[in-house]
């Protein structure tokens, strides 16, 4: 069932953001794709945005081409973080809170998927739970106070993906040292994300910190670099030639989602917001079912429980 009926035939389109003055938007993964079209957006509107991107040069080089687009006035920055380092991500959201005053919206977007064979990060996990969602936990957990502060929001990129693998947590393998696949790693990876988004509403709410708004999304099936970027030669074949089908849409309505869920009024968090159109890879954006799984509470709880421990950040909450 799709519930986009909130937004019209269209679907929710950035024409509806008003200004962004005096705001400030944080996202991961600007250098291509989705986080890099927010960030086209964001700026266009006259937001503040802050890039986290593990590439310096390919930093420059999207800051470079967004001034002369845009023009020299765009308020737009870089921080130097790599997802897959913890101390990277320790570190960058240190210079985060050193550099911006308030948070409007942390936007978790960078990602890496359909990794051909198993491996693992320096702190030993597999790398797309590292990358996906390990990284963008401790993230998010060292942000939370300026979020909290600012009445933010944390918007988390998923992906349809969540319903296309074992759909839970192998808890007595979490890094798939048996039977490792590409999508079933990269499935659980982005399911985790999903299931932290409705945990940590959960919390949020239980300790009356409800100020701060946690939205999950996804952008459909987008022409963007991803798969192009960490998957196998077989899948940039397959992705190559499903690119020139209907079944994918552009990079910039992939953005619409998680523009939508950091500037959009009165969202339900509960929600899960992508393209309404055919299997919600395309089409108007709005919201749209979510199969149970996502919400499994016993799951989730324990997934919360592992990713503090795994990466040693505890959650003030
Ligand atoms: N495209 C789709 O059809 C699709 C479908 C479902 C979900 N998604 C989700 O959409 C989001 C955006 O992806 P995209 O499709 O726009 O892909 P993309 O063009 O490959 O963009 C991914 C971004 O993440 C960055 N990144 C990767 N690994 C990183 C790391 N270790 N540390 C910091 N940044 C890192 C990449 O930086 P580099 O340039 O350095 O690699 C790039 O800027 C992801 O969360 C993805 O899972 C996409």
Known sequence: ???????????????????????????TGTTSGTGFEASRILLSKGAKVVMLN????????????????????????FILM????????????????????????????????????????VDGFESQLGVNHYGHFTLQGILFPLIEK???????VGSMGYNMGIKTIKFDDINWDKDYTPNDAYSQSKLAQIMTVYELQDRLKKVGKTDVKVYACHPGSSRTSLISTSGSLMMRIIFGLMKLSPLTQSAEKGAYPELMCATEEDLDQKEFYGPTGRSNWVGPVGAHKLEPHAKDKAVAEKLWEVSEKATGFKWNL
């Open 54 to 77: 593990r590439n310096a040069k390919k930093s420059e080089d999207v800051i470079a081409t967004l001034k002369k687009e845009l023009g020299n006035h765009i308020n737009v920055s």
């Open 82 to 121: 790599d997802l897959a380092e913890q101390a990277s991500v320790r570190k960058a959201a240190q210079e985060v809170l050193e550099k911006v005053t308030r948070i409007d919206a942390l936007m978790c977007n960078g990602a890496i998927a359909q990794v051909p064979t198993q491996k693992l990060t």
């Open 150 to 156: 600012s009445k933010g929001r944390i918007v988390t």
């Open 1 to 27: 069932m799709n519930t986009n009926d909130q937004f019209g035939k269209q679907g929710w389109t950035p024409d509806k953001i008003k200004g962004l003055s005096g705001k400030t938007f944080i996202i």
